[in-house]
């Protein structure tokens, strides 16, 4: 064979964008890549050309790759053909095992790493070019020179260990290669080997007891399985290690090795390759950890809207969906403009304009002023639901419901807060209400239990006269010289049987759960929405059940959970995350995941007061 003759690579696999994608990462390679959409073809493909190297998906239908592969090396033409795998499935030991038996050479992973498959594919295209020319060599030796045989088979074997050493080590580009004698306990790192590891390969003594500090010991412990099982006769490995280097930076690196035998079968050598993986083990917890959040956030939402359907009251059913859609209509503006800032805030003005702009366009009804002021994502929903109720109860009643009705919006920022007015004139005479509606409750409830702000309402004949205070981020930060002390009521005895302490930093969802069992006979203290508040009320008060947000404004509430598993009162967990998520100690507790469905929460505080009333007994 010419030593730069083109080699034919066959790829297989039933999705034609994945074959499109094999062949523009191995074009660089300038080899002849023939494609086959499934088992069958490949199998034609086969019996006509002669194949180098096999790229295979080990999921097919028909035939998938492991029956491709046990046809393959049925046949005494490709018995030594390189048969490379690609899962897009994580593989098990057994998996890898069986993948090995029907003689895959090598795994990848989906997805793809371009270089890591060139590189792959790069080695055993070499490795086949050399096994032809020595193939070749062999047989032109045979013919002329008989009493150099045995010469020639020494020099074949050790050409042979030395590519198959090169082929681990350039594998997947990149990456360190090691070897390991065990009949004269030496050992050998590259360079490569010993930056990924962080030592010093001048000074470094190399040992198994100069090694075994750097290595996590649980990990250590999976060296020492792999070694268990190469002198019973396992030939390879892949495992995943954390090298603990000496600069305090931890770094996970991927190992793959494989062990050498002698002629009786005994253990002699370890071969193989690391590579770090640190950078796509951060990611992987990245991805966990955004998953988590977009799960907790979408929960959260659903719950809030699923207490906006709850609490809406109306005199008919097209006034309920006329209100319901609006309020959610607010909720999902702020989550719009959230989404654009990629969760980093939402601007003020664009959220009172969104709710005020069926009315913009006479201009003169509605004047909007203020500077630019950027709100945290946990305050943008809570402001536009304020800003809804007042924009419809100027529609329903104030000075939006006539022509000649004006509004002026405007705002300003201080050190430690925005200082919001909503002024309403030339509308219909209005009175004080005497009842507070839906609307006021969720401004009240909103402004003071969840941003800590305050509001101040001024029912004029012209019109209503409203200042929202909402304490900024900045404020916070720099702390309050007089902080508010916690408002809980003072102690106080009631039904044993039928009380629960309700701890919820989510005004309308604590709203919700509030109204919802108060109406099938629980009483209700709470909803607290701040820690010290709920610490306070655990200490204080007298109940016989607590249903607890495990997350209060970024803290958890796992103080208050302390306290009540001391005094005995049982309890449960309502979150926007899953059970897992909670710490250890709290397994064995109950968890009702948003949106809280109000008849499974009913049936929880059953089952617990049940079980607290039969241990007490």
Same mark, same amino acid.
């Given at each position: 064979?010419? &030593? ?49 190297? *096999?790229?295979? #998906?080990?999921?097919?239908?028909? =035939? ?48 793809? *790493? ?13 490795? /086949? ?39 681990? @080590? ?10 390991? #004698? ?7 790192? #590259? #360079? ?37 099982? @190469? ?25 793959? +090795? ?42 959260? $939402? ?17 006034? /309920?969906?006329?209100?319901? &859609? ?60 304020? !800003? ?10 104030? @000075? ?8 002026? *919006? ?21 009175? !004080? ?8 409750? %969720?401004?009240? +409830? ?40 916690? *408002? ?13 302490? %309700? ?24 909803? /607290? ?30 103080? %208050?959970?302390?306290? =009540? ?21 709290? $397994? ?28 007490? @007994?």
């Amino acid at each position: 064979m010419v &030593e730069h003759e083109k080699i034919n690579i066959l790829l297989v696999d039933d999705h034609p964008a994945k074959l499109v994608s094999y062949e523009i990462i191995l074009s660089e390679l300038n080899e002849n890549l023939i494609k086959a959409a499934s088992a069958r073809e490949a199998f034609e493909h086969l019996l006509k050309s002669e194949i180098a190297i *096999v790229l295979v #998906d080990v999921c097919m239908p028909e =035939l998938d790759g492991f029956e491709l592969a046990a046809m393959i090396r049925e046949h005494p033409r490709f018995q030594k053909t390189a048969i490379i795998f690609v899962s897009a499935i994580h593989m098990a030991d057994d998996d890898r095992l069986r993948g090995y038996r029907m003689g895959a050479v090598d795994y990848m992973p989906v997805p793809v *790493v371009p270089e890591i498959l060139r590189a792959k594919v790069k080695v055993f295209a070499e490795l /086949y070019r050399k096994t032809r020319q020595l193939e070749q060599l062999n047989s032109e030796l045979e013919r002329r020179v008989a009493e150099r045989t045995a010469e020639l088979e020494s020099s074949n074997w050790r050409l042979t260990e030395s590519e198959g050493r090169r082929s681990i @080590a350039l594998a997947a580009g990149k990456m360190g290669s090691w070897d390991w #004698d065990l009949e004269a306990n030496t050992f050998h790192w #590259d #360079d490569e080997h010993c930056r990924i590891v962080g030592i010093d390969r001048a000074s470094f003594r190399i040992s198994a007891e100069t090694v075994r500090p750097l290595v996590h010991p649980e990990d250590w412990k999976k060296l020492e399985e792999c070694l268990r099982q @190469a002198r019973q006769g396992r030939q390879s490995f892949q495992l995943e290690i954390r090298f603990a280097r000496a600069d305090d930076d931890h770094r996970w690196c991927a190992v793959t +090795a494989a062990a050498g035998f002698d002629g009786a079968g005994k253990l002699v050598r370890m071969s193989g390759v690391t590579s770090d993986i640190t950078e796509r083990k951060l990611a992987e917890e990245r991805h966990a950890l955004l998953a988590r959040e977009v799960d907790h956030r979408a929960k959260n $939402a659903l719950a809030v809207v699923q207490s906006v359907v709850r609490l809406t009251r109306a005199e008919s059913i097209p006034e /309920y969906i006329v209100a319901v &859609e609006g309020r959610i209509k607010a909720l999902s503006h702020a989550h719009t403009l959230l989404s654009e800032s990629r969760w980093q805030g939402a601007d003020l003005k664009s959220l009172v304009s969104d709710e005020l702009e069926p009315y913009l366009p006479g201009c003169e009804l509605v004047s909007i002023q203020g500077p630019a002021i950027t709100l945290e994502p946990a305050k943008a929903q809570s402001v536009a639901l304020i !800003i809804h109720e007042l924009a419809t109860n100027a529609a329903k009643y104030g @000075a939006l419901s006539q022509k000649t009705g004006k509004l002026h *919006v405007a705002w300003t920022r201080t050190a430690d807060a925005i200082e919001l007015s909503w002024n309403e004139s030339g509308g219909p005479s209005i009175e !004080i209400p005497k009842k507070s509606g839906f609307g006021f409750s %969720v401004i009240a +409830a909103t402004l003071r239990g969840q941003l800590r702000g305050e509001f101040h309402f001024d029912w004029r004949s012209e019109g209503l006269h409203c200042r929202l205070s909402i304490p900024t981020r900045s404020g916070r930060e720099k702390g309050d010289a007089t902080p508010r002390p916690a *408002v809980v009521a003072p102690r106080r005895e009631v039904a044993k049987s039928r009380s629960v302490l %309700v701890v919820e930093d989510e005004p309308l969802l604590g709203m919700m759960m509030s109204d919802a069992l108060t109406q099938i006979g629980f009483v209700i203290l709470g909803p /607290y929405g701040r820690l010290s508040e709920a610490v306070e009320a655990a200490k204080t008060l007298s109940f016989t059940v607590a249903v607890l947000d495990v997350s209060l404004g970024g803290e958890t509430v796992y103080e %208050v959970a302390d306290l =009540l598993t001391r005094s005995g009162v049982p309890f449960l967990f309502v979150t926007g995350y899953g059970k897992e998520s909670l710490e250890p100690r709290f $397994a064995h507790i109950r968890v009702l995941r948003k949106p809280v469905d109000v008849e499974s929460l009913r049936i929880a505080l059953e089952e617990a007061t049940s079980q607290q009333a039969a241990a007490v @007994a």
